[in-house]
């Protein structure tokens, strides 16, 4: 969710950007694809916007959208962000090109997070008080069909085949493993306490998954469908209670994963390939949403209690800056 999470935003965008360019003529992908380049985009849960930046962290304009955005995708063929609106039970459809809100597919009561199908036509989308991963058609904004989860479902992450559907529950601390073909739950892969959001590994072996309340990330072997290593993490000065790691996001090159640690203020540098926390970074209150520059030299890190967005050189592993992003931001989405 994720690795957006759901799949992490920088993966999950990326990834529907490759497909999306196969089918798009030449002309109309360079299109698409300039629409929205050297943008980031933050959205603003209380300030029901979409704040839009450059590169460099200069807000370059707003986009009014639904109420209590969170989560975001860009659709499958580049020209639209997708926004959950959790307090208006809605994805919103925004424009990339006119930066306005075209649409909303009506969803279930309190949506979370979401990720779509490899051929970007499906949402699936976790609905917190109904308990149920629920699949709208985005093209006709019609309800497909839902599964059954456990309590607060939230992180969703639809595997790049289009088979498996990984949906954690907050309550159950469990991963549902949820074949898309049965539309049934296939296994419950036990983790640790109220787990959120997924990154996937590049070549689709390891599933990881942020463990909020007990400070920890777990890795799953996508084979077994068995948790294999817990990595802990420390923060001097801070309680145990206060490491609260939710958003998660993978590095363009695929080989380090970044994890917001909440209330304990820093994000963390995991090695993927040792599993070995490589540093920790000083931000923001409550850093949760991340997205990489797709050069992957800079790391954008919401944080949600200081109303604010952090700017940091993933090299050097130091913040650059901090700006204003709008009353508590949520989710970021750079193209």
């Known amino acids: 969710m994720p690795l957006r999470a759901p799949m992490a935003c920088a993966l999950r ?12 003529p030449a002309q109309a992908q360079a299109q698409a694809q300039a629409q929205g380049a050297g943008k980031v985009y933050v959205s603003s849960e209380k300030d029901n916007k979409i704040y839009v930046f450059d590169t ?9 959208v639904c109420k209590r955005p969170r989560d975001m995708s ?20 925004v424009d990339v090109a006119t930066g306005k809100l075209a649409g909303t597919v009506p969803l279930g009561d309190s949506p979370e997070m979401f990720d779509l199908s490899p051929d970007g036509k499906t949402a699936y989308v976790s609905i917190e008080d109904e308990n149920v991963v629920a699949a709208y058609d985005i093209g006709t904004k019609k309800a497909v069909f839902e599964v059954k989860t456990g309590g607060e479902p939230e ?11 990984y949906v954690t529950s907050e309550v159950a601390n469990v991963v549902h493993v949820i074949d898309l073909g049965t539309k049934k739950v296939a296994k419950n892969i036990k983790v640790g306490k109220r787990p959120r959001r997924f990154v996937l590994s590049p070549d689709g072996a390891e599933l990881w998954v942020t463990n909020e309340l007990d400070a920890t990330v777990s890795v799953v072997d996508t084979r077994t469908h068995t948790e294999k290593q817990k990595i802990k993490f420390e923060v001097k000065g801070m309680r145990q209670a206060d490491i609260t790691p939710v958003g998660m996001t993978i590095s363009p090159d695929g080989k380090s994963i970044w994890v917001g640690l909440g209330k304990a203020n820093h994000v963390a540098r995991i090695d993927m390939a040792t599993k070995a926390v490589k540093s920790q970074i000083l931000v923001g209150k409550r850093a949760w949403g991340m997205g990489f520059a797709p050069d992957g030299k800079t790391l954008y890190v919401a944080n949600g209690l200081s109303d604010d967005m952090t700017l940091v050189d993933a090299a050097s592993g130091k913040a650059i800056k901090t700006v204003p992003a709008g009353r508590v931001p949520h989710s970021i989405l750079v193209k």
């Open 56 to 64: 460099q962290g200069e807000r370059t304009g707003a986009i009014d």
């Open 13 to 24: 965008a990326v990834s529907l950007a490759a497909a999306a360019s196969l089918a798009l």
């Open 74 to 93: 860009f659709s499958g063929d580049g020209q639209q962000i997708l926004v959950i609106c959790g307090d208006s039970n809605a994805m919103g459809l």
């Open 155 to 165: 992180g969703v992450l639809v595997t790049p085949d289009g088979k498996t559907a």
